[in-house]
């Protein structure tokens, strides 16, 4: 099976349901991503059982947004954990990015897929495009409800950055839309995880990826 650029977005609180769905899909995946639901709802060991129960790696989305001694305070623990990437917020500034990136591969936060971004965050993401060039971490979170934000976030992002997307499905956005725009990896949570059967809609995901690829 070729390569998946998809990333299940696990946000469920309850560690048996987390490892069977996990378990389920992990032939469509390239990734897990973990969020407070589940850290909260399971404790930071379901990091490693997913590791042990898919072989896949596991991103911990914690949306770090503190000083760089508390940012370097959190991502430690969870990169001992085992988590293989940590997503952090770039608003708080490079030294606060950089305390994570010296621990391990990290995801900067660079847009947000929900309406509430445009407020904020939307009007400073050419300078935390600047900031990703900067420190050149391991990839950037760009919207997938805005393939035209995506575009322009790949049009001004170093090449070898890579662009991770969620929003795809329950929030609005289309894969095959998105990944046209530049995105090297899709971020799906509800569409899978809330759906009948997680396996076959994986699967179909997969499959609309694939035909991008
Ligand atoms: O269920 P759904 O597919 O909307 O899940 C999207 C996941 O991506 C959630 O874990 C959400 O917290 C996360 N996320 C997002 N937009 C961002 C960054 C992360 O939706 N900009």
Redesign the pocket.
């Known amino acids: 099976m070729a390569e998946s650029r998809l990333i299940l ?1 696990l ?1 469920v609180y309850e560690r048996e349901r987390a490892l069977e769905i996990a378990r389920e899909t992990a032939d469509y995946l390239w990734a897990i ?1 973990v ?1 407070w639901p589940l850290i909260i709802g399971s404790g930071l060991d379901i990091i490693p059982e997913l590791k042990e129960e898919t072989g896949l790696p596991v991103i911990a ?1 914690l ?1 770090l947004a503190d000083i760089p001694n508390t940012n370097r305070l959190i991502a430690g623990k969870v990169f001992e954990a085992g988590a293989d990437y940590i ?1 952090a917020h770039g608003f708080v500034g490079s030294d606060s990015v950089e305390a994570v990136m010296e621990l391990g591969k990290t995801i900067i ?1 660079v ?4 309406p509430g ?1 445009r407020e904020f965050i939307q009007p400073v993401t050419d300078r935390l495009i600047e900031l990703a060039n900067r420190l050149e971490p391991f990839g950037v ?1 760009a ?1 997938a409800t805005r393939p035209e934000r995506v575009a322009y976030i790949r049009s001004k992002l170093k090449p070898g950055i890579k662009i991770l997307t ?6 609005g956005g289309k894969a095959g839309e998105v990944l046209k725009a530049g995105a090297d990896y899709i ?5 899978i995880y809330a759906s009948d059967n997680p396996r076959e809609s994986a699967r179909q995901i997969y499959e609309e990826v694939r035909a991008w690829s």
């Open positions: 977005a946000d991503k969020n989305d949306k997503i936060v847009e947000m897929s929900h971004a979170i919207p969620p929003g795809v499905g329950a929030q971020i799906v949570g509800r569409s």
